[in-house]
C-alpha cells in the first residue's frame, strides 16, 4: 500500500524548477545531485517548450508504482463488466 501524505507533495510541487536545456546541459551533474539529495524537480525547456523533466530515481520509482497501482484498479474494474469494448477497456485503463 502506497500513502503520501498532501504535506509531501505539496514540500515537492514547490520544488519544481524550470530550466533550459542548453543551463540542464551544462549543470547536468548539478542538477542531478540536487535531484537524488535534495528531492528538487526540474522542467526542461527547449525553445520556449517543455520538453522533459528531472526527478530523483525515488521520484520515479513512485509514480511507476502509482500508475501500477491505477492500472491494478482499471483491470479489476474490466473484470467486474460482463463484457467490456476494447475501447470501454482503454477508457477504464486511460489509455
Not at 1 to 6: A, D, G, L, P, S
Not at 20 to 39: H, I, M, P, T
Not at 47 to 62: E, N, T
Request: no cysteine; hydrophobic share 45%.
Amino acid at each position: 500500500m502506497i500513502i503520501v501524505h498532501i504535506s509531501t507533495i505539496v514540500q515537492k510541487l514547490a520544488k519544481i524548477k524550470n530550466i533550459s536545456f542548453s543551463d540542464a546541459r551544462a549543470n547536468l551533474a548539478e542538477l542531478v545531485a540536487k535531484a537524488k539529495y535534495q528531492g528538487d524537480r526540474y522542467v526542461i525547456s527547449k525553445h520556449g517548450k517543455q520538453v522533459a523533466g528531472l526527478i530523483s530515481l525515488q521520484d520515479l520509482q513512485l509514480l511507476e508504482a502509482l500508475e501500477d497501482k491505477i492500472a491494478l484498479q482499471g483491470i479489476a474494474q474490466i473484470r467486474k463488466e460482463d463484457t467490456v469494448t476494447l475501447k470501454g477497456a482503454k477508457a477504464i485503463l486511460g489509455l
